[in-house]
């Protein structure tokens, strides 16, 4: 698939003659006066598509019973392709969704929230049983494809893939060979680099010639493309998927690891589902949203992996590009083209510096939100839309015309009768509702978002941000005690205190190493100025039956810093949750201004176009890469603080200098006589470690490279005089030093045996930077 939307189906496409109408979901009967049904994209194909990917990963999931292994070359892309395509593939097509992004990000969409909502009911029931849950959601993949194909019209309009012999010209090519040269140059830069040198100034100090080489050559690409009287979208996808890898994959492809250290976590979680296949009690609040977490531990068991450490490393060149669908489909209803569409994917990505499309819920939840306000703006864009009226009568002029708004009610879309409407809702309450037992924010801001299209007179489903509510009340209220129980009057007080989360989102970040701090200021700038630049883009579109919901759309996360500081990370994703929306606005802003520069010569304005794109491209590169230092992890941290946790003794306890997310894990939260980890919780002790060492008597002490720079950057202590606590640490003779790489030193009090750490550092040899 590419990302080519097209109109939905419009009056002259679909008709109503007499005694013959449209069936919304069985087959079209077919009338001298019937026109094809436009599609935008290959319902057969899919189809297809959904029944190979369901019958290859039935036959794996049976020969699982059996106990006969399969090849992981097989077994694990058709466990994936299953999780992503069923049962969205016969959904979509009977809704009959036009256009290829919008259906592509439903169709993922809602596989998704099926397989979490299964996964998860067998989670909460204690009735876990991964090879039978796989085995009849399949089967019920299988037979919805099957009944699906009765859905498709016997004559239907697909739209042009591009990829006839025709479209394969001289220019095609030449910028296909351009990324390919460009992709080859990102992994040779990557490779090159020493993420062991990165410092206050993040990746971009790191970065050579090679780099900025394959960037540019991107961005030209781009540039090019998106001037030229016809995109074409061939190159845009190729492209758009680059952009994603240059933006998400620098600090992974440098190191072999995961750059978000968090996703060590997250992998930890799936280790304790994996191990109990039970939620544990009272263990993580993020244990109360385990929908994510119980499908990661249903693929990992039905794709046979040992543990997800290959899946993390992966999961941003997967989540990225299918983030693209749901954006474009956005764009497309803002803006009402492909150009403004596919600026608005790239601009997005260009200032995506808050690193959520990692292996996380909030990436997943991501998917589904996009989808859904995808799917809410092409019915606003394709619906009869009625004038404000009722109000107007009691407060005649302007305020009586939008107070008029909430009772105003839009026609359905053509083509969509009483059947298909409310089923498109049903398919979007259940992305809803998967989202909900995922992700604590998500729901929240779903909730606000169909609010304002109900305040605004703007959907058929007027009731839906009603339900959405519902839903999260009651997860909230039974799903997720462990998360407010004995805490519900802390939550409560966040309630109203905006100056306290702005303070713990950004006031308490600009601390430690000044050069750190200063660099902050960049992100800053980066996200106001988008911010801005969309306001200007939105105020020029007045007039559009969209502006003033999207408008809502675009403000509604920010009225989330209201509501909690989400431990300090709420300006983060409310900005990031609210980049899909502004991203529309800023390439329309933008597009309004080349046309200002029509004057100008052509090559003139292409040669400043690429230079500010390229631009936009280092700036996203050092934003996005500045927290390298302290989250870029070695295959050594990995491998030799697992390895730490599961082989010392029963009840040992373990000092960790600043984090140890890769200590995360099944022996951590399940066994009764776990180690005890401990961390620097004092200011007092972080001035004198050596000292504060001493006094804990840990039995392990474990220092990471990782942990260092985090003290030395975020805490404001120079690795020096942490390097001469360690020294004199050493120097009291109560400890010695078992493991030392460049990464990772590990050292055991005078009474706690050494472990043997040999295979983890045979696994770790030659990898460690």
């Known amino acids: 698939m590419t990302l080519v939307d097209r109109p939905g189906p419009g009056p002259s496409d679909i008709t109503e003659t007499g005694r013959h109408r449209l069936d919304d979901l069985q087959t079209a009967v077919a009338t001298p006066a019937a026109r094809p049904v436009s599609y935008g994209w290959h319902p057969r194909a899919a189809l297809w598509t959904a029944l190979t990917v369901a019958a290859v990963a039935l036959v794996v999931a049976v020969l699982d019973w059996s106990g006969v292994a399969v090849p992981g070359v ?12 069923l049962p969205g593939v016969p959904i979509v097509v009977a809704l009959r969704i036009p256009g290829r992004a919008l259906a592509t990000a439903l169709i993922v969409s809602a596989s998704l929230s099926v397989n979490i909502l299964v996964t998860q009911i067998s989670m909460v029931l204690e009735q876990w049983h991964s090879a039978q849950t796989q085995t009849i ?62 410092g206050p100034y993040g990746v971009i100090s790191l970065v050579g010639p090679w780099y900025f080489l394959g960037l540019l050559l991107l961005v030209a690409t781009i540039v090019l493309t998106l001037r030229a009287g016809h ?94 669908f749901g954006l474009y489909a956005i764009a497309w209803a803002i803006g009402g083209n492909a150009r403004i569409a596919w600026m608005a994917v790239l601009l997005y990505q260009a200032f995506n510096w808050y690193q959520q499309d990692y292996f996380a819920p909030q990436a997943v939840a991501g998917l589904g939100y996009v989808a859904i306000l995808g799917t809410m703006l092409w019915q606003l864009r394709r619906s009869p839309l009625p004038a404000p009226a009722g109000l107007d009568r009691v407060l005649p002029g302007r305020l009586g015309e939008v107070l008029s708004l909430a009772r105003r009610t839009p026609g359905r879309v053509p083509g969509f009768g009483s059947g298909r409407t409310p089923a498109v809702g049903a398919t979007l309450l259940l992305i809803i509702t998967a989202n909900t037992v995922s992700h604590q924010m998500t ?79 960049l992100r800053i700038a980066a996200s ?43 300006i983060i994703r409310v900005f990031l949750l609210a980049s899909p929306t502004l991203a529309p606005f800023v390439a329309i802003a933008l597009v309004k201004l080349s046309r200002k520069l029509r004057r100008l010569p052509t090559v003139l304005v292409t040669v400043v176009a690429i230079i500010l794109t390229l631009g936009m491209g280092v700036l996203e590169t050092t934003n996005r890469g500045l927290n390298a230092a302290f989250e870029a992890s070695t295959p050594a941290e990995d491998a030799l603080t697992q390895g730490l946790i599961n082989k010392i003794p029963p009840n040992s306890s373990v000092m960790v200098f600043s984090h140890a997310p890769h200590s995360v894990g099944a022996r951590r939260a399940l066994d009764p006589d776990s180690p005890i980890v401990g961390y620097i919780d004092s200011f007092p002790c972080l001035d004198n470690l050596a000292q504060c060492t001493e006094n804990r008597q840990p039995d392990y002490v474990l220092i990471t490279h990782q942990g260092i720079e985090m003290m030395d950057l975020q805490l404001g202590k120079p690795a020096e005089e942490m390097e001469s606590d360690i020294a004199a640490l050493e120097k009291l003779e109560d400890y010695t030093m078992f493991i030392e790489t460049d990464s990772v030193r590990i050292l055991h009090f005078v009474d706690a045996p050494a472990v043997d750490l040999s295979a983890e550092l045979a696994r770790s040899e030659g990898k460690d930077n």
């Open 74 to 85: 097989i077994r694990i892309p058709a466990v994936l392709l299953a999780v992503f395509l």
């Open 137 to 198: 959601l399949l089967v019920v993949g299988l037979v919805a494809s099957i009944a699906a194909f009765r859905t498709v019209p016997a004559d239907v309009r697909t739209g042009p893939l591009g990829l006839a012999r025709a479209h394969w010209t001289p220019t095609r090519l030449a910028m296909l060979a351009a990324l390919a040269v460009s992709l080859a140059l990102f992994i040779v830069a990557a490779r090159g680099l020493d993420i062991l040198q990165a």
């Open 231 to 324: 995109i074409d979208h061939i190159v845009m996808t190729a492209a758009a998927a680059l952009a994603v890898v240059y933006n998400t994959m620098l600090v992974a492809v440098a190191t072999g690891e995961a750059s978000v250290p968090t996703a060590f976590v997250h992998r930890g979680f799936v280790s304790v589902l994996a191990a109990s296949h039970r939620l544990p009690d009272l263990e993580d609040a993020r244990y109360s949203w385990a929908g994510f977490f119980s499908l990661a531990t249903h693929i990992q068991e039905s794709a046979g992996f040992t543990d997800l450490t290959d899946v993390l490393f992966w999961a941003p060149v997967v989540f990225g590009p299918l983030m693209c």
């Open 443 to 521: 729901p929240m801001l779903t909730v606000l978002a169909l609010a304002a299209f109900a305040v605004t007179g703007t959907t058929r489903y007027r009731t839906l941000w009603l339900a959405a509510g519902l839903v999260f009340a009651a997860w909230f209220s039974y799903g997720a005690t462990d998360f407010w129980m004995g805490h519900l009057n802390s939550l409560f007080n966040e309630v109203g205190q905006i100056g306290y989360s702005v303070n713990r989102g950004v006031g308490q970040r600009l601390n430690g190493d000044p050069t750190y701090k200063s660099m902050q200021y």
């Open 528 to 570: 106001g100025a988008f911010v801005v630049v969309a306001f200007i883009g939105w105020l020029t579109c007045r007039g559009r039956r969209a502006w003033l919901v999207s408008g809502l759309l675009c403000a509604a996360p920010f009225v989330l810093v209201t509501l909690q500081s989400y431990g300090g990370e709420m």
